[in-house]
């Protein structure tokens, strides 16, 4: 079965620093997605970055990288100068990208970006 | 020009009744799904729509029931209601069902005495 694992329920950064959000995840399929999708206090989900579990290059969208190591099976989100509008949570999900192509998630991590 | 809108935002209602969630997008996109998130944030999936035809039902009671009328919208109805559906749900859509980047919804948060 597929299950995606967040280890840090929270996590606080200085205002410019850069930081990680750990995501391991586990499945059997061959072919499947990594993402990663931003919740603030304000409870819209808002889409980050996607990484394809055949893509070679870890996916880059501006200050938001993922760190994918395929057989560590991680899909870490790098935030890199951070800012006071990132004090949110993060969610890592994945879905098989065959079949029914499901989406499941982790528990999530509270980032805070502190002054 | 609100891409994938819900209503209502706020539903507070008592055990045993019958409500509706709607969503509608104006994106195009063939693809709908049904999310709840509960009261500690975890995220899950409950349906998906592709052009109107039911991909996944991911265990949920019958009690819940979607409907698509169309592909622009998805909208979820809940019959005999339960304290534990208090959650906040959240509609989604994409281009297709192949297709990565989900649009969300703003949620609505269902509270049920």
């Known amino acids: 079965a597929q299950k995606i694992t967040q280890t840090q329920p929270g996590m606080f950064v200085q205002e410019k620093e850069a930081v990680t959000l750990d995501c391991t995840y586990d499945?059997?399929?061959?072919?499947?997605?990594l993402f990663w999708y931003k919740q603030p206090s304000s409870g819209e989900m808002i889409f980050l970055i996607y990484q394809g579990s055949y893509d070679e290059q870890n996916a880059t969208e501006g200050r938001y990288s993922l760190n994918f190591q395929k057989a560590r099976k991680s899909a870490n989100l790098v935030i890199s100068a951070s800012q006071l509008g990132d004090s949110a949570m993060y969610f890592c999900?994945?879905?098989?990208?065959?079949?029914?192509?499901?989406?499941?998630f982790g528990a999530g991590t509270r980032l805070f970006v502190k002054a | 020009d609100t891409a994938v809108s819900q209503t209502p935002k706020y539903l507070v209602t008592q055990m045993g009744n019958d409500k509706s969630i709607k969503c509608e997008q104006n994106l195009g996109h063939d693809t709908m799904y049904w999310y709840k998130q509960d009261s500690k944030k975890f995220l899950k999936i409950m349906f998906s729509y592709n052009n109107k035809e039911l991909i996944i039902n991911e265990t949920v009671p019958n009690r819940f029931s979607p409907k698509s009328p169309d592909k622009a919208h998805l909208n979820l109805h809940i019959n005999s209601l339960e304290l534990g559906d208090s959650a906040v749900y959240f509609c989604?859509?994409?281009?297709?069902?192949?297709?990565?980047?989900?649009?969300f919804g703003p949620g609505t948060r269902l509270t049920v005495t």
């Open positions: 999900a994945m879905r098989d990208n065959t079949g029914g192509f499901k989406t499941i």
């Open positions: 989604a859509s994409s281009t297709r069902l192949e297709t990565y980047e989900q649009y």
């Open positions: 499945t059997s399929d061959q072919s499947y997605g």
